[in-house]
């Protein structure tokens, strides 16, 4: 993902007004998170278990549907999802690696991270659990030079926009996140 490194005057892009690809944003924005938010435990424990490339993939059959009926052809298997386990300090996480992002609002990461302290909590069957779900997109400054931007949801629904992100790397995303937490060490 070297898309995004320091600053240069090469680096700016000379358009900002491709459209994001309907597979890469649908995925991103609305099939994994309406599931992640939904059922945070289940999304957390499938994308934990062998069963989690057949869920990626029927996630994107769905999309697949979606988009044809747009007119929109993938450029993208569910292969090319890649799935990271983690903890951002105590709390689960489940970060799925998009396809490298080729317009401004497709996601280079999602994640969901459960607010849910396994080792302290149990949760019940029929309580809400308490989660929040991220994209890092891929933006652009004013004058064209490329930058990230973090949004966020909760279970009620609620976006904000956490403003710019950090470089779109695993290592860095996930600092990122732990930071938001108010964690101090790298998870």
């Known amino acids: 993902m070297g898309f ?3 600053k240069r005057k090469s680096d700016k892009v000379s358009s900002l007004d491709s459209s994001p690809r309907c597979h890469h944003y649908t995925m991103a924005h609305y099939a994994l998170r309406n599931i992640a938010l939904d059922d945070p435990l289940f999304y957390l424990a499938v ?6 490339n057949a869920f990626l993939e029927s996630i994107f059959r769905a999309v697949c549907e979606h988009c044809h ?5 993938p450029d993208f298997k569910a292969a090319d999802l890649r799935v990271h386990r983690t903890h951002i300090g105590v709390y689960p996480c489940a970060i799925i690696e998009m396809p490298e992002p080729v317009a401004m ?3 280079f990461f999602t994640a969901l991270v459960l607010l849910v ?3 302290t909590s ?6 809400e659990v308490p989660a929040q779900y991220f994209t890092l997109e891929k933006s652009f400054d004013l004058d064209g030079t ?3 931007v973090l949004g ?3 279970n009620q629904g609620t976006h904000s926009s956490c403003g710019d992100g950090p470089e779109p790397t695993l290592r860095d995303f996930i600092a990122y996140l732990a930071g938001a937490y108010g964690e101090t060490t790298q998870p």
Do not use: C
Request: overall charge negative; aromatic content about 6%.
């Open 146 to 148: 490329p930058k990230t």
């Open 117 to 119: 302290d396994p080792s």
């Open 105 to 107: 609002t497709e996601a």
């Open 47 to 52: 994308l934990a278990s062998d069963d989690s």
């Open 152 to 154: 966020r949801w909760n």
């Open 69 to 73: 009926d747009r007119g929109e052809k």
């Open 4 to 6: 995004f490194t320091r």
């Open 122 to 127: 149990q949760v019940s069957d029929d309580a």
